[in-house]
C-alpha cells in the first residue's frame, strides 16, 4: 500500500492539507486513519456489519448506525412534511428540497443539485467513472448504493417480502412489479390497442408480437 502522506482533494471535491497517507486501492481515495480506509473498503465489498435493532437496517460503519438511529428518535424532524433525518446536516439539506435551492451545477451540462455529494455522483455519467467494485465477479458500479444492489446476487439476500403471499425479492422494484398480481393492477397501455399489461417488458412483447409491421389486429 502507498503510504505517501500527501494533502489531497477529498471525495466532495473540497481540497485538504492534513496528511492522508492511507489509500483504497479500488478508487484512490485517501484517509488519514487506517480505520477509516478499512470502513471505506466495505462499500466496495458491501459489507455491513452493523444492524439497527428497531428496523434490521444494516450498515458499513458504527457511526453510521448511530446516524441512522436518530432517525427513529425523531431528534432531526422536518416541520415542513415530517421526515426524520439522522443528523441536522441532513435535515438542512433536505429542506432543499421544499426551498428549491440547488447551489451546485455540473460544469459539463448544466445540471444543478441540492448537495456538492450529488454533483459529485452526477459527474460519473460524464467521466464514466466506476469506482465501487465487487470483489467477487469484478463487476464495477458509479454509486455504492447499486453495487449494495448487485451483491444480492451472490448472497441470495432477498430482504423485500410480500404481505400477501410471502413471496421475496431482491430488489423493492421487483416487488412493486410483483404486487400487481395480487392488485390486478396494469399500468401499461398500448397505443395500438385496448389492452394493457402489468410490466413494460410485456407490453413491449405484445407489440413485437401482434403490432409488428402495423398492421391491424384484433386484440380481443
Known amino acids: 500500500m502507498n503510504v505517501e502522506a500527501n494533502s489531497t482533494d477529498t471525495a466532495d471535491g473540497r481540497h485538504d492539507d492534513k496528511p492522508r497517507p492511507y489509500w483504497c486501492n479500488v478508487c484512490h481515495q485517501r484517509f488519514a486513519q487506517r480505520g477509516d480506509l478499512n470502513i471505506h473498503e466495505r462499500m ?17 460503519s458504527l457511526s453510521a448506525l448511530n446516524q441512522h438511529k436518530n432517525i427513529h428518535r425523531a431528534e432531526y424532524k422536518c416541520r415542513d412534511c415530517g421526515k426524520c433525518c439522522g443528523s441536522s446536516s441532513a435535515l438542512a439539506v433536505h429542506r432543499q428540497c421544499h426551498s428549491g435551492e440547488k447551489p451546485f451545477e455540473c460544469t459539463v451540462c448544466g445540471k444543478r443539485f441540492t448537495t456538492l455529494d450529488s454533483l459529485v455522483r452526477h459527474s460519473r455519467i460524464h467521466s464514466g467513472q466506476k469506482p465501487y467494485k465487487c470483489h467477487v465477479c469484478d463487476k464495477a458500479f458509479s454509486e455504492c448504493g447499486n453495487l449494495n444492489t448487485h451483491m444480492r446476487v451472490h448472497t441470495g439476500e432477498k430482504p423485500y417480502k410480500c404481505h400477501v403471499c410471502d413471496k421475496a425479492f431482491s430488489q423493492s422494484s421487483a416487488l412493486n412489479t410483483h404486487m400487481r398480481v395480487h392488485t390486478g393492477e396494469k399500468p401499461y397501455k398500448c397505443s395500438l390497442c385496448d389492452k394493457s399489461f402489468s410490466t413494460s417488458s410485456n407490453l413491449q412483447s405484445h407489440k413485437r408480437h401482434v403490432h409488428s409491421n402495423s398492421r391491424p389486429y384484433d386484440c380481443r
Not at 44 to 60: A, D, L, N, R, V
Request: charged residues 30%.
Open 44 to 60: 466496495h465489498h458491501g459489507e455491513k456489519p452493523f444492524q439497527c435493532t428497531e428496523c434490521e437496517k444494516h450498515y458499513s
